[in-house]
């Protein structure tokens, strides 16, 4: 017995409140390069203003204040969460031994990946 399928149930279906991106903002990485050079100067601005509104949960009734920036050494975007008062990190992604590994991945050097401290 053969079975048919229509060209309507090979379509993934879109569930309501799901988050698309525009296809004309997606940006080509180029050969070598990572995931951080295919985002789009707008798509920044998106994930920026959704790192200040997940502190602003995760941290209600605190003055913060959300660094964002790229690490040269791992290529990568931080978030950075920090009191404003005193201007002591509470939170940052990815943490400093995340980006030493992508550091080292990047440039092929080898060693300890986290310094365990006493």
Sequence with gaps: ???TTSPQAAKPE???GEIRPDPGSRVRPQPGGNVED???PEQTRTLDQAAETAARTMFPGRE???ESYRDE???RFVYRVADKQSGHVIHQSPPD???RFFAS???G???PLVQLKA
């Design 1 to 3: 017995m053969q079975q």
């Design 14 to 16: 879109h569930r309501s």
């Design 38 to 40: 295919a985002i789009a």
């Design 64 to 66: 913060i204040e959300v």
């Design 73 to 75: 050494k791992s290529g």
């Design 97 to 99: 031994e995340l980006l």
């Design 105 to 107: 991945a990047r440039e």
């Design 109 to 111: 050097q080898t060693g």
